[in-house]
């Protein structure tokens, strides 16, 4: 519901002469309350917030924004609406406002705040420590409990994130969202069964909705049950045509299964579905992900044009830059180094004018440096890939990601590998993201290169497993190529 100008001057005046806090439960169930000067933005707060629960996101970022009309200074409803946009502008923006208004809200409020603000700047650690401070402070608010459990899974201290969710649940067993999450803290575990306990728990809260389905097809296409896979991913898209991911997914998991070209239409149809350019480019994007994994890299990199062209006439800075370093990996796997730099430029310039956010900054900087040894190493200049390996190394540690030092040793990896030096490899690789294919993949190939084929076949099956099929059509490292090692630890 919108607001009139009058309305909106009358709770202007409102706020001026007094802040009424407004509060979910407060006292007897102690969450975190809810500070604005109006019932009504409040009660839309609460609204948004259940849709956003439900990863409708489109329709909660035009209720928060309706709260925001109708109560300017509400700090929460800047801060949420921050987490709902599809623009690094638009997240600062909010974040920022959120933050200015923060010594006027209550200690909860501040702490979600600040926490985020933290992150944002590129310091989970932090982040982290205000949110075990929100949790001592409201050890009752389900909410609470979530953001810390979100905390640790993004420094994979996955059984700490566990025990928050189930905190939560504890709290509130129809509180729906952390059983997504603990279905896929399992998932990255290898935990399938534990994994399809919570996503079943999932789809009976909220049978309605998408996301649940989505989240269960996204563990099946992990197991390699495509087919049944599929028939989620179908159901969810039924259920809320705005999931326009769900149909991409459809086609992800074709693809996954050799059906190329079924692949690409069903993701085309997912074109004709987006509502945003954002989502037009991710599904240009998969198209060409589709032709890397059938190991043909010039179709491949004829697609990614079409997403580049897209993201710089939407100006989309972010999406501009990562478009560019992909591009950049896909060269240098394809040995056209030049080509390889040039987009590497490109990629620098953007981000230069873009006026990203520290962490957005680090994030792209460090990623230079490792498309940088990346090329050294591929044109066998081993001496300058260690120098910009050492450098990378040097930039992680003035950082505050300590989990960003597996990126590193991923590197290193890939370096002596290019090299021929087996045993150096596997040591770093085996300090790499053991999560990540990719390092399961190089790690395959260096016991291969060593002689040691029972221990690559073991790997090569692991890979298997993830429900991406490896061929040996040189596809194998191309269609990988494109979400560059370092993007794994986006901010």
């Known amino acids: 519901m919108r607001i009139d100008t009058a309305i909106k001057r009358a709770a202007g005046v409102l706020f001026a002469a007094i802040v009424v806090i407004l509060m979910v439960g407060c006292g007897a169930t102690g969450e975190i309350p809810i500070t604005t000067a109006s019932e009504e933005a409040r009660e839309i707060f609460i609204q948004a917030r259940q849709v956003g629960d439900n990863l409708r996101f489109d329709e909660a970022r035009e209720l928060?924004?309706?709260?925001?009309?109708?109560?300017?200074?509400f700090a929460l409803a800047h801060w949420a609406r921050a987490q709902t946009v599809a623009t690094n502008?638009?997240?600062?923006?909010?974040?920022?406002?959120?933050?200015?208004?923060?010594?006027?809200?209550?200690?909860?409020?501040?702490l979600l705040i600040e926490a985020s603000q933290a992150a944002a700047d590129n310091n989970p650690v932090k982040a982290m420590q205000l949110r075990k401070?929100?949790?001592r402070r409201y050890p009752k608010?389900?909410?609470a409990h979530f953001a810390l459990a979100a905390s640790y899974g993004a420094q994979n201290e996955f059984d700490k994130a566990i025990a928050e969710y189930e905190k939560a649940i504890g709290i509130d067993p129809d509180f729906a969202p952390p059983y997504n999450s603990l279905g896929y803290v399992h998932m990255a575990n290898n935990r399938f069964e534990k994994a399809e306990e919570a996503f079943q728990n999932y789809i009976r809260l909220i049978p309605d909705e998408a996301n649940p389905y989505d989240s269960m097809a996204d563990l099946l296409?992990?197991?390699?049950?495509?087919e049944e896979a599929i028939e989620h991913f179908k159901k969810s898209a039924e259920l809320n045509p705005m999931f326009t991911f769900s149909q991409r997914k459809i086609g992800l998991n074709h693809i996954y299964m050799g059906h190329y070209d079924q692949g690409r239409a069903a993701i085309r149809?997912?074109?004709?579905?987006?509502q945003t350019p954002l989502g037009k480019i991710f599904d240009l994007e998969t198209i060409a992900f589709s032709y890397l994994y059938e190991g043909k890299p010039q179709q491949a990199l004829a697609e990614i044009g079409k997403a580049l062209e897209m993201a710089a006439k939407a100006d989309l800075p972010r999406?501009?830059?990562l478009i560019h370093s992909g591009i950049c990996r896909i060269h240098t796997e394809m040995g056209n180094l030049a080509e390889a730099q040039q987009s590497l430029a490109a990629c620098r310039e953007v981000v230069q004018g873009a006026g990203f956010?520290?962490?957005?900054?680090?994030?792209?900087?460090?990623?230079?440096?490792?498309?940088?040894?990346f090329i050294a190493a591929k044109r066998q200049d081993f001496e300058a890939a260690m120098a910009k390996a050492a450098e990378l190394k040097t930039s992680i540690e003035a950082g505050n990601d300590p989990d960003a030092m597996e990126v590193h040793h991923l590197l290193l990896g890939t370096i002596f590998i290019e090299k021929g030096e087996q045993a150096p490899a596997i040591e770093h690789l085996g300090q790499a993201d053991q999560q990540d294919t990719y390092t399961f993949y190089l790690l395959a190939k260096a016991e291969s290169d060593a002689g040691n084929q029972d221990r690559a076949t073991e790997l090569y099956r692991k890979v298997a497993e993830w429900g991406e099929v490896f061929s040996q059509s040189g596809g194998n490292s191309l269609h990988r190529a494109w979400a560059t090692p370092w993007h794994a630890h986006r901010p």
Not at 64 to 73: L, N, R, T, V
Not at 357 to 373: C, I, K, R, S
């Open 357 to 373: 956010t520290p962490a957005v900054t680090d994030f792209f900087t460090n990623g230079a440096l490792y498309q940088e040894a």
């Open 89 to 110: 502008k638009e997240f600062r923006e909010h974040l920022d406002r959120a933050g200015a208004l923060a010594p006027n809200v209550s200690e909860g409020e501040r």
């Open 64 to 73: 928060y924004s309706q709260a925001i009309e109708m109560d300017p200074e």
């Open 319 to 321: 999406r501009l830059a």
């Open 133 to 135: 401070r929100l949790v």
């Open 221 to 226: 296409t992990r197991m390699g049950r495509h």
């Open 269 to 274: 149809q997912a074109i004709d579905m987006e």
């Open 141 to 143: 608010d389900k909410r």
